[in-house]
């Protein structure tokens, strides 16, 4: 039996994929299992498994079949120190950012995407897209060891950068 907070997890991660599946006619689904089959100490495994097979297993979503680019991590917590943007240092966003870099690909769209109970859901992908994306409402952050992040509201960011998204990722 999994534990209520691994329970939560998935369930966000499948709320995610069926929404990216609503928003692109394309199937997108959780990973199995999810959590670093490829990535941290696992990065050895790609040396083993084909361009499928490590698409599959990057980040917590497997993405439709046209989305060769891109890279999901989902996380689902009670709490997040909002307040400490200013600061320009948060480490458990550090955590997740290096978590979501550390199995991508030179040219994958990286996207974390956050919910925090009673506080909302969130997106922050790497601030070198800045040029092509539609924001508004939005966070610079600094990652202490992997650069620039933008942060932004998850609906608002679907609403107005999925064509983008699409377009990069089946490039």
Known sequence: MPSKSKAKGSSWERDVAKHLTELYNESFT??????AYIGGK???????????????????????????KLNIECK?????????????????LDKWIEQIVESADKDDFNILIMKFNRLGKF??????????????????Y???????????????????N??????????
Not at 42 to 68: M, T, V, Y
Not at 123 to 140: E, G, K, Y
């Open 30 to 35: 959780r990973v199995p299992n999810s959590g």
């Open 42 to 68: 696992n990065a050895g495994r790609k040396e083993f498994l084909h361009e499928g097979q490590i698409r599959s297993f990057k980040g917590d979503i497997i993405p439709g079949q046209s989305f060769n």
């Open 76 to 92: 689902f917590y009670a709490d997040f120190p909002f307040h400490q943007l200013f600061q320009n240092h948060i480490k458990i």
């Open 123 to 140: 997106i922050a992908v790497q601030a070198h897209h800045r040029d092509h994306l539609l924001l508004s409402r939005h966070f610079n």
């Open 142 to 160: 600094g990652s202490s060891t992997q650069d620039h992040w933008i942060i932004m509201d998850y609906d608002q960011f679907w609403d107005t």
């Open 162 to 171: 999925a064509d983008y998204v699409k377009q990069y990722c089946s490039a």
